[in-house]
């Protein structure tokens, strides 16, 4: 039997290197992130804000997360080896458990209104549908849902 163990870390240097350097293939490619310096900042008053996630002690996934007055804003990726593979839903539950545990109330997330698969992932584990967004995603105008989950 394969024990499979996840663990939760704030976001070091070498992790933010590692994944700029994933590649996600045509669709998704637009979540390619040129630089690590656009997802990691070393924490600033004790605040961390980007996270990694280790599957087996290797770098499987990451996510941010911004604390508003009345919400906590999340944004999330896994390497593209794992995704497509139906793992949205357990991946989400690992997220959504981490932040109960700190504390998080109210979850909110965008998704590019056309990746359908993200929102059948996010409606599957309880977010809620509340507006649309026009974000600036590589000097293109893109829609986005915006949607809410109570923790």
Not at 6 to 33: C, G, H, L, V
Not at 77 to 84: D, E, L, R, V
């Amino acid at each position: 039997m394969v024990v499979i163990e996840y663990q939760i870390f704030p976001m070091t240097y070498d992790d933010a290197k590692e994944i700029s350097s994933w590649r996600y293939e045509e669709y998704y490619s637009i979540y390619n992130i040129p630089f690590f310096e656009k997802i990691y900042s070393p924490p600033l008053y004790g605040e961390v804000e980007f996270y990694s996630i280790f599957k087996n002690e290797e770098l499987y996934g990451h996510f941010r997360v911004k604390n508003f007055s009345n919400f906590t804003l999340l944004g999330l990726a896994f390497k593209p080896k794992y995704c497509g593979q139906g793992l949205g839903t357990s991946n989400m539950n690992l997220i959504l458990s981490f932040l109960k545990e700190h504390g998080v109330k109210k979850i909110r997330l965008n998704v590019r209104d056309t990746n359908a698969r993200a929102k059948k992932c996010y409606i599957n584990v309880g977010f809620t549908p509340v507006g649309m967004e026009v974000m600036n995603v590589n000097n293109t105008p893109t829609d986005f849902m915006v949607m809410e989950k109570e923790l």
